[in-house]
């Protein structure tokens, strides 16, 4: 079965760029979506499709794919963004999420 | 604004089955281009997609709770279920309900405020 993998923690400290992996077998060739689950809240989306933003999430987060690795960039971090961060794709009509990364803002 | 609204029994006993429903508003479960699901979070653990049904009764299950899921669109009560079969402590966990677009590289736009279920005798 098709399996995403992700460091379970990045530290940054304000200001910074926090830079999120993902990582699967030709993944590159796959959608990837990006879900921010904050405590006691529901999971949100924050990228799709590779490097779309739904309305609503600042432009400080994009995303890029290719190759075996999926990306998520948080320029300018803020304490709010700390958080889980999970990506996710599909493989043959099965949905598929990283293992999670727990994001620190020092 | 749609809202996902879940509910059900907080406690299963195991080998038992889990029923939750989800309640739509602010869009139609009937709604011919959405897909509606559930994905799971165990305690301390990550995100777990279960299944999802369109509204004309199209279901795409995941391959390892195959055997024992049935998701099914209720569009006279505006809202779709999840019934697991043969429950154990391995499926207590956060049930969210969402929301999808496509069937093929979907990704969750929307989510429900989740239901916590245990399983214990």
């Known amino acids: 079965s098709y399996e995403l993998t992700q460091p379970p923690s990045v530290s940054v400290s304000p200001g910074q760029t926090a830079t999120i992996t993902c990582s699967g077998d030709k993944l590159g060739d796959k959608y990837a979506s990006w879900y921010q689950v904050k405590s006691g809240q529901s999971p949100a989306l924050v990228i799709y499709q590779d490097t779309k933003r739904p309305s609503g999430i600042p432009e400080r987060f994009s995303g890029s794919n290719s190759g075996n690795t999926a990306t998520l960039s948080i320029s300018g971090t803020q304490a709010m963004d700390e958080a889980d961060y999970y990506c996710q794709a599909w493989d043959n009509y099965n949905v598929v999420f990283g293992g999670g990364t727990k994001l620190t803002v020092l | 604004q749609l809202q996902l609204q879940g509910s059900g029994p907080g406690l299963v006993k195991p080998s038992e089955t889990l029923s939750l429903t989800c309640s739509v508003s602010g869009d139609s479960v009937s709604s011919t281009s959405d897909y509606w699901g559930w994905i799971r979070q165990s305690p301390g653990k990550g995100l777990e997609w279960i299944g999802s049904?369109?509204?004309?009764?199209?279901?795409y299950y995941n391959p390892s709770l195959k055997s024992r899921i049935t998701i099914s669109v209720d569009t006279s009560k505006k809202g779709f279920s999840l019934q697991l079969s043969s429950v154990t402590a391995a499926d207590t966990a956060l049930y969210y309900c969402?929301?999808?677009?496509?069937?093929?590289?979907?990704?969750?736009?929307?989510w429900g405020q989740g239901t916590l279920v245990t399983v214990s005798s």
């Open positions: 049904v369109s509204y004309f009764g199209h279901t």
């Open positions: 969402v929301r999808h677009a496509t069937v093929t590289h979907p990704h969750f736009d929307s």
